[in-house]
């Protein structure tokens, strides 16, 4: 009896560890966000925004920028998944992040948005500029005189109504409707940027400029479409950047704001921060727009076998599954633009997959008349998803002495002349032999 009741003892202690582990698991699963403030009432006037993205399961750890106990990661192990910071106006962080530790903590493959204003300090503005994204002259403000915005009765000229926003479902979701409340600094992204994607641009009418300085004749302003306001990055791998000129886009002011534009007359009974905010936001922290490829495969036609290396002019199906992941949901990617390459330096076959609509994506083939070492490659990137870069090494033997046809087709003018030339050669010496 005694053992019994030891056996039931230990069988409830295993339980209880398994199912500890089962809530630490759930709870590690959560991605976490290191969230530096620039003063603790942010904590307020940016709750709908944070608490939006805690909504999707986003952890939140909202710190002061100076706090002394900052850090991004302990002995090697990174403590945070992404990392906000809405301290425009910060010189300097507490503990040990620095600018070197942030662009390491990109490179290493996390994410980081960056909120600033037109008041921004040197430390944010080089920080911008490390992921390409270059903000105007110091004091400079974006204007505009036609897409301004009445906020509480009151025309402001720097407030501008931003209706000029990517259209990708990767990244917002969905259209929005309702403009985009803008007060801040304007960006320039250089037009050779592969990695950058604007999200944001300036109306054609607004210009960016520091009105305590003389206009310059002729003037030299970075207006309209090329003035970017809110960019955003993607790193080769996949890490993700979010650059605002506007830390006041996500407040709660500008969210729940009716916007009214004196220029068309027209109202709105909220704006489209909200939707905007959040939805570019899950997108830099990787809850959106993520694709992952897996279960690589490839066989000879007819046999289900994965070989390890293949023949010349062999038959090959090559498959490979492609999910789109939103937050903890898992769903099979659809496209008509995904490619293979089949490369030995250069490539030999280049392919459209086809998919199944289950996520599986194929494409059938035939082995190049060359023997060497190939490589299957995907090197997919869409406007908005994470990029995919596989490569899988094969090589491709010629025939061996006693894999070649007995006779072949194309050859048989050769045997027919050799053929020819011996009987030639008996019936010449028979004639010499034997007549006179």
Known sequence: QKCKMGFRKLAQVLVGSLLLCTLLNAADAHKKVLVLVQEASYKESYSIFFDSLAAYGLTLDIKGYKDSGLRLKEYDDYLYDHLAI???????????????????????????????????????????????????????????????????????????????????TAILGKDIQAPILYKGAAASVAGNAEL?????????????????????????????????????????????????????????AFIEAEVKLPA???????????????????????DSGVLRAEALRHHIIGSDEQPTLYRVNDEVEFLVDIYEYEGDKKQPYKADDVQMEFVMLDPYQRLPLKHNGKGTFSVRFKVPDVYGVFKYVIDYKHQGYSYIQMTHQVPVRPFKHNEYERFLLCAYPYYASAASSMAAFFIIGFFYLYHK
């Open 86 to 168: 809405f301290a425009p106006k910060a010189e300097g962080f507490g503990g040990n992040i620095d600018i070197n530790g942030i662009v390491e903590f990109i490179d290493s493959g996390r994410s980081v948005l960056i909120a600033s204003s037109n008041g921004m300090s040197q430390t944010i503005n080089t920080l911008a500029a490390e992921v390409g994204v270059d903000f105007d002259d110091k004091g400079t403000k974006l204007f505009d005189h036609v897409n301004f915005v009445e906020l509480n009765g009151q025309a402001d000229h720097n407030l501008v109504a931003a209706a000029d926003i990517i259209r990708s």
């Open 196 to 252: 950058v994607t604007v999200a944001l641009t300036a109306p054609l009418t607004a210009y960016s400029h520091d009105s305590k300085k003389p206009m310059a004749e002729p003037p030299t302003l970075l207006a309209g479409s090329s003035a970017s306001l809110v960019s955003l990055v993607q790193a080769r791998n996949n890490a993700r950047v979010l650059v605002s000129g506007s830390i006041e886009m996500f407040s709660n």
């Open 264 to 286: 068309t007359g027209k109202t709105f009974p909220k704006s489209g921060n909200r939707d905007f905010t959040v939805a570019i936001a899950r997108w830099a922290f990787q």
